[in-house]
């Protein structure tokens, strides 16, 4: 383990209340580079339970929740006897420290998900089944909803205060019943007695309540499905449901009391394309809009760089609630016309919160300790070098982690690879090197000039960050349409002949699957996604610097008649995007990248009840004036 930032003393539990005394955790991941798992790691430890690094030391296995059964099968055979410990997923030490007792690990909710039941299970580990007596300690049941103010708990099944006797059942065992049984079966495992310590009398430990309430809406931000049911839903959107605190990124309010103003506001006010913007309106990140240069002469420059480091670094682990605070930190400081050089200063600025004191020891100290411990720590750069895999997201590379990979060789000689993640292995280096924007022009003119071959009615746009006007891109996002079109199948032959012609021609090199969660995917057909070698012939630069680079492409089909949406939509930038959206949204309409539709009714949890009426598609300005937004040329449209 490399440096790691000094932590607060942790504040032990008192005694009587140190439930997991005796106890030892490993947790899969076993490590608290996420925040969530920081956070229970540390009220673990509070409450007595000790935290080891190696599985044969545990008494029992806590499992991130994202990961299955097939995904830590490989680490649990590090530890011959794994299966005389007790696997749960990350509920249950939560469980456990709310109602101040051990709970039965044997419920469905602390399951693993494809952990083979007993039956299935090696005859040794049938033995210890006689312990598993689900119905002698009843199940925790269901939470009911609480308040509106405070998140969903992440446990599923709180026991209610208002539970009959015959449900209180599931209590924490004595030490020396505990010893007992380690006598009848062998091994540590605690049992769960009937009405020894009945939950309902144990109050809910209230100390651990904020914090658990903020772990949650961390665990929220950071993508726990199912705890997502009561957020904002912004069912078009697919980059997931808009947050409370992303609304607040994206519609960049300032610190008023009321975040959301437009909560306030009847229909009517809500202003329309023949009349004037409500105020409110102004505050969406949207309508300021911004270049790619805005921090060139910026006097916070300096800071913003190192806040836009920490910012990745976040990136790196998923924390999407601290992504968005440093976004909004960010975007609020290139706003300024002076340094901000003082806590005090940056406090008074809204949106910075707590990110103030960071902002004052980078003016002070040129550094950010917190950014150079990120840098420093070996787990990280693990996570950082597998998101750099082109398919990888944040669940895979965790689960390579758990699984104990820690290099590219090792995924390369032992995980099991999709085709995808195969060529992002194989082609590492080439598809994490930027396209010079000389080159995004001439790959586009090898497709053009084939497309025009196949039919020169045919029109193809290149989007993404090149129509913002970026020194390089990532990847060339290949808009084709044609005069006419009112459908993307209009445009399939197009596209299935294009694609063989270049195949053929040895131009696209491999056809990529779509991601999971790509946007709107509803007419398969309508995108192909791979890869693309420029010839020789067609090089921008010298002779002797050309090498055949894989580079990722995208095609994607857009009848004429959404051309405007869906040129809004793939030159974003992604934040634009969300605020466009959002606001639209706001104002009881619906945009995506078909179109701005108008009359849409939206029901419980803001899910949209009904498609509404196509107000605009085909012409871009045309959207972004019924929106009331003024008109943003692409190269304006670098937000956050
Ligand atoms: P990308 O190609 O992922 O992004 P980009 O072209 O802006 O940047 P890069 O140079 O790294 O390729 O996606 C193209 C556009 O699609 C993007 O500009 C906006 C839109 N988009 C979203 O709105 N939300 C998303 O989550 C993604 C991935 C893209
Ligand atoms: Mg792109």
Known sequence: MGKRKKEAPLKLAPEARRIFKDLSFFYIPNDDINPVRRLQIRKAREHGVMWCRKLDEATHIIVDKKLTYTDIERQLQDDPKWSEKVLVNENYPIDCIKHRVIVNPNQSQ?????????????????ELSHLDNDD???????????SARRPRSPVLSTQSRSQSSSQRSIALISSSKRQQNKGVTGNAQPAYAQDEVPLSEQPADTSVDDELTQCISEMKATGNSDLFSDSLMDDDDPAGPLLTDEIEVLSDSSSSDDKRPWKRRTRSSMGNSKGKNPAWQEKFICMKGGTKDHTDNNPNAETIKVLQEMLDQHTLT?????????????????????KICTAEEARALPNIGRIADKIEEIVTTNRLRQLEYALDDPQRKIIGLFLQIYGVGQIQAHKWVAQGFRTLDDLKNKADLNTNQKIGLEYFDDLNTRIPRQEVEALADCVKETAAIIDHNVELIIGGSYRRGADNSGDIDLIVTKKGTSSTSQLTPFLNQLVDTLTREGFLTIALAAHHGDADDTDGGSKWHGCCVL??????????????IWRRIDILLVPQTELGAALIYFTGNDIFNRSIRLLAQKKGMRLNQRGLFGNVLRGQGNIKVNEGTLLEGRDEKKIFEILGVRWREPHERWCG
């Not at 399951?111 to 580990?125: H, L, Q, V, Y």
């Not at 998923?318 to 002076?338: E, M, N």
């Not at 010839?535 to 055949?548: C, K, L, T, V």
């Open 136 to 146: 002698a300690s009843l199940e925790l049941k269901p939470s009911r909803r609480k």
């Open 318 to 338: 998923g924390d999407d609630f601290r992504i968005r605070a440093y976004r909004l930190a960010i975007a609020t400081l290139r706003t300024q016309s002076k």
């Open 110 to 126: 602390y399951k693993i998900s494809g952990t083979p039941t007993p039956a299935e299970k090696p005859a040794d580990e049938t």
């Open 535 to 548: 010839p020789e012939s067609a090089f921008p630069g010298p002779r002797s610097e050309y090498r055949p």
